[in-house]
């Protein structure tokens, strides 16, 4: 079984940051792709960014381009997701998701963490 566990999520102010971690557990994510998606109230969960674990590619979504990165920390099975310059329309519930194929769909991942409540005031 595969556990992830996200935190760092809260409430501030637009133009503020956060930082989001997501720790692994379970098994070796050496060959996996780590990514996080965002769903708001009524809309549809969406990808925000995704890194592989051996080359460390990274791929964002257009909406967080420049503003989000994310990096893993391969000895403690965990990966961040560093939001900045953060807007009203970021706030959404975020999932880690961890999977053998990645990318931007859902459905590239296996594994899901409960999400985390991210909100930010105009």
């Not at 769903?39 to 969960?45: I, L, N």
């Not at 964002?60 to 939001?83: C, E, P």
């Not at 880690?96 to 991942?109: D, E, I, L, P, Q």
Request: one cysteine or more; glycine letters at 14%; aromatic letters at 12%.
């Amino acid at each position: 079984q595969v556990q992830l566990v996200e935190s760092g999520g809260g409430l501030v102010q637009a133009g503020g940051s956060l930082r989001l971690s997501c720790v692994a557990s379970g098994r070796t994510f050496s060959s996996y792709a780590m990514g996080w998606f965002r769903q708001a109230p009524g809309k549809e969960r969406e990808f925000v960014a995704t890194v592989r674990w051996r080359a460390g590619r990274t791929s964002f979504a257009d909406s967080v381009k420049g503003r989000f990165t994310i990096a893993r920390d391969n000895a403690k099975n965990t990966v961040y997701l560093h939001m900045n310059s953060l807007k009203p329309e970021d706030t959404a519930v975020y999932y880690c998701a961890a999977g053998s194929t990645g990318g931007a769909s859902a459905h590239g991942y296996d594994y899901w963490g409960q999400g985390t409540q991210v909100t930010v005031s105009s």
